[in-house]
């Protein structure tokens, strides 16, 4: 069984045909009328008629006319509107079809985007200057502003709390992409949309490898993480080595001399005295 929406838009198609359609019978009928006038005018008129040859070529005249005119603009309007309402229905089906692909990856920017332009693509039809928007559209609409609410709560609540939250978004989103599948026309239940998901561990495992990072460098430029560092091993350069050894030497040598000079100096002073 079909989505409302769905049945609104191909009845919407379906009128818009028949009425064209009417349109062109009726511009058929009045020329077929003109020619059964033409045909009358020609013929006596009845004793009993008021209307005159001239009236009769003037009507067939102003059918020709209106039939002319009328006809390749109303043709027109028509196929302009099958294209709007075919465009509509491919902008809807492109942005679920989207968020299909990405509903095992929110953080991607091709999901962001599509939420995002929900408001935009469901808002509605504008008629003569009047908002039209289905019941389906509605719903949609309303299973947004739920879910949005959603997104922007939980990252300040405790962790037992998150979960929960974090389990309720789950149900949010299941609930707009439902909204969504009976708009565009899709049959899928809340247990295909919920479970029909693929996404590789390498996949989650690169998502949490690369949050990690980011708070690890986060916490190290702002000085609340201290960098730790181990040390096993230092750059040696093999003939400054030996001239730093070599000089270690001298200066110890030069220290030895000096101590052992010392005890004679008291003895050199003594013989002065």
């Known amino acids: 069984m079909s989505s409302p929406s769905f049945t609104i838009e191909r009845s919407g198609c379906a009128g818009i045909r028949i009425w064209a359609q009417s349109c062109a ?10 020619q059964i006038l033409g045909w009358a005018s020609e013929s006596p008129p009845l004793q009993s008629s ?3 040859k ?3 070529m003037d009507t067939r005249d102003w059918v020709v006319i209106a039939a002319t005119i009328l006809g390749p603009i109303l043709a027109v309007q028509a196929q302009k509107a099958l294209e709007a309402i075919r465009e509509r229905k491919g902008r809807k089906t492109r942005l679920f079809t989207q968020l299909m692909a990405t509903r095992a990856a929110r953080l991607s920017p091709e999901h962001v985007q599509a939420l995002n332009m929900i408001d935009v693509v469901f808002f509605g039809d504008t008629i003569f200057g009047l908002r039209h928007r289905s019941n389906a559209e509605q719903a949609v609409l309303d299973a947004w502003k739920e879910y949005h609410d959603n997104l922007g709560e939980g990252s300040d609540m405790p962790e037992m709390q ?3 939250h974090y389990s309720k978004r789950t149900e949010l989103f299941l609930n707009l992409v ?13 247990v295909q949309l919920k479970r029909g998901a693929y996404s590789p561990m390498a996949h989650e495992e690169l ?7 980011r708070k690890a460098l986060l916490g190290a430029l702002s000085g609340s993480t201290p960098l ?3 040390i096993v091993g230092m750059p040696v350069n093999e003939a400054q080595a030996a001239s730093f050894r070599q000089n270690v030497e ?10 052992a000079k010392k005890p004679e100096e008291p003895a050199i002073l003594q013989s002065a005295a």
């Open 228 to 230: 730790q560092m181990n």
């Open 207 to 213: 998502e949490d490898d690369q949050r990690a990072m």
């Open 54 to 56: 001239k009236e009769l």
């Open 50 to 52: 008021t209307i005159t």
């Open 25 to 34: 019978a009726i511009l058929d009928m009045g020329a077929g009328l003109c």
């Open 162 to 164: 998150q979960q929960a």
């Open 250 to 259: 001298r200066i110890a040598t030069a220290l030895e001399q000096a101590v």
């Open 178 to 190: 439902h909204a969504m599948s009976q708009d565009v026309g899709f049959k899928f239940d809340r």
